[in-house]
Structures are given as structure tokens and as C-alpha cells.
């Protein structure tokens, strides 16, 4: 049995029953187990007293202690004046007052047109993805004749190089042209965008010089080439390219006897041509540029012209290094043997293989043009 001591309230335990007197052992104080407290008695929960609400007096007299924020959910609704908390705030009616700044929709590209407008414009672009299309093709048969024209360069460091790969690196020049100049004639008749009126007539007469150009080159036969093979009737090795003659614009300034390594004979037609062929590319693709801005395609638009870029430093960076090649073979003494028509031949193929690698991007760059004149103002679509 369990007693309370009635002074200093210690617990004491003595057996069931007793009724003799009994002494505290921490105060020393003697009572009767009668008047021991109850240890239930002592833990029965007392009725707690009722809070009195307070009146809106007291709610506003100042209080100068600091308060905690509330936070979360209920601190934002509290801080829109929302304190409805079952209440959905996406299906809540706008409020006038609200002045948070909110997203506008960006104007579709067609918003004001009339439908015989909207049919006119499609109509345009179609135009458009077909000449970019054909742009494409020319650009893809210039690196195929480039290919050619490395294998005549391996077959001429063993051998006597067929004039077969000549002439189809040849035609492919021939369509290379044809297909380019349809392609701007199309493109011409595209979606007028800023700039689009300029660089297409600039890119259609660089056309029309480059191939008066190059009938006078055909028609002479007198121009050398590093192409050319002994006996051919029709100078096919004049059509794929004019590119690489401006290669050697620094040797014939600086070594105008190159002693057998450069092309022998006269060049300046050529490298007047080769310049005009760089600067009809430049112009078509800057002309690309100005399509993808009216299909409102910014980063193509960056991206042709970085690719005209290429074309306009690519056979510069050659010229620079045949010159430094044929500087090192002269100064060196090296003469004219087998071993340096290999490497010649080598040089020869690597610097062709690079006038792919700066037509491949151009070549990437009008797929995707035309790519975005099919469906025109993908970038009015949100990206998720």
C-alpha cells in the first residue's frame, strides 16, 4: 500500500492493512495511515478553467511584443487578404485590383491576315523549302565532285590519273551550278523578311558572273589547272571548281616559278573566278539567313551566317598553307622527284577534303532552312 506523507508529500510504501502510526523518513514527521493523501486523489485531473474570449477592445490596444510571421500557405492567402481555406485559388475569378504582372500571349504570326493573305504566305514558303531543297542538292554534288577530285589526286601519286574521274567530277560541277541557281530563283519568290530583297539579287547576279566566268574558261582552254589531264578535248576540269586556283594566289605573288610544284601556266582568270564562286556561296547563304528570319527561326538565321563565314575564311586558310608547303619544298631544295609529288598529291587531297569540311555546314544549314519554311513559326509554340 502506498501513503503520502500529509507535511512534505514524500511516498511511502508499508504493507496492506497497517493502522499503526507511522514515521516519515524524510521530514520525521508521525501521522495515522488515515491521514495519509490519497495518490489517486493527488493525480485526479482538475477542471481546467474556461478561457474568457477577448474582447475586440483588448485586440486592438497596443502590444509591443514582437509576433511571429506566419508562414506557408496560410501567410500567402493572408497576404492576398484570402483567408478562405477551401477555396480554389486557380478557379478564382480575376480580381481588378490585382496589379501582379501576369504572361501575355505572343501574337501569332498570321493574327490580322485574311485567309486569301494567310494562302498567299504559305504558298511563298512552300516556294522557299523548294528552292532551299534544291540549294541543298548543289551544295551536296560540290563535295561529291570534291570527292573525285581527292580520288584523281590518289590515282595521279602511283599512277597516270583516268580522265573518266575528270569528267564526272565535271558534271557534277555543271549541275552543282544549275540546281544552285534554280534554287535562288525560288527562294527569290519566298516570304519577304528584312534584307531578303538585297541578298537575293546580290546572289542571283554573283550567279550569273560565276557562270560567264567560267564559259570563258571552258572556251579559252588556256587557264592551268591542278585538275587537268593532257588530250581532253572539253576542259572538264575547269567546271567543279574554281576554289582551288584561289589557293595558290599567295605562291604565284611570292614564287611565281614554283619549280614544277604549282600549276604551271596562267591562273588569273581562274583565281578572279574561284573568288567570284566564293562570294556567290557567301551571298546564297546569307540570303538563307534571311529566309529563317521570316520563319521567325533566330538561331538558323546565326547559324547560315557563321556558315558564310566559313566560306569566306576557308580558301584564305588554304592559300596559307600551300604557300607555307610549296615555301618549304623551294627553300629546302627539295627538287621534283617521286617522293614530292606524293606529298604534293597528299597536300592536294587533304586541302579538297577541306573544302568539304567548309561546305558541309552550309550544306546543314539549308536542309534545316528549308526544314523551317515547311512549317514556318515553330518558335510561337511554348516549349514544355
Known sequence: MLLTCPNCRSGLEVPDGTTALIRCPACTTVFAPADSVSSEAEYEDAPRPRRRPRDEDEDDEDDDRPRKRATGRRARRDDYGDDEDDENRDFDPPDEDDERPRKRRRPAADDGLTPDERASRRAAFDRASWGCKLIQVSFGLFMMSMLFATGFFFQGAFTEPSGAIVVVAGLLGMFNWALGALGVALCLTGPRASGHLGYGVAAAIATA????????????????????????????????????????????????????????????????????????????????????????????????????????????????????????????????????????????????????????????????????????????????
Not at 251 to 268: E, H, N, S, W
Not at 272 to 287: A, D, Q, S
Not at 313 to 342: H, K, Q, S
Open 209 to 384: 558572273v560565276h557562270l560567264f566566268l567560267l564559259l570563258i574558261l571552258v572556251v579559252q582552254g588556256t587557264e592551268s589547272s591542278a585538275l587537268r589531264v593532257e588530250g581532253a578535248n572539253v576542259r572538264w576540269d575547269l567546271l567543279p571548281t574554281q576554289l582551288n586556283a584561289t589557293m595558290f594566289y599567295l605562291t604565284a605573288v611570292v614564287y611565281p616559278d614554283a619549280q614544277g610544284i604549282a600549276p604551271k601556266g596562267r591562273m588569273l582568270l581562274s583565281m578572279i573566278t574561284g573568288i567570284t564562286e566564293m562570294i556567290r556561296m557567301v551571298l546564297i547563304m546569307m540570303f538563307l539567313s534571311r529566309l529563317a528570319r521570316a520563319a521567325l527561326d533566330d538561331e538558323l538565321a546565326h547559324r547560315c551566317t557563321r556558315a558564310a563565314g566559313r566560306v569566306s575564311g576557308g580558301p584564305a586558310l588554304l592559300a596559307v598553307l600551300i604557300f607555307v608547303f610549296v615555301a618549304f619544298m623551294i627553300e629546302t631544295n627539295a627538287g621534283v622527284n617521286m617522293f614530292t609529288r606524293v606529298l604534293f598529291s597528299t597536300v592536294h587531297m587533304g586541302a579538297y577534303a577541306i573544302l568539304n569540311g567548309i561546305i558541309l555546314p552550309s550544306y546543314m544549314a539549308a536542309r534545316d532552312v528549308a526544314d523551317a519554311c515547311e512549317e514556318p513559326f515553330q518558335s510561337l509554340i511554348p516549349q514544355m
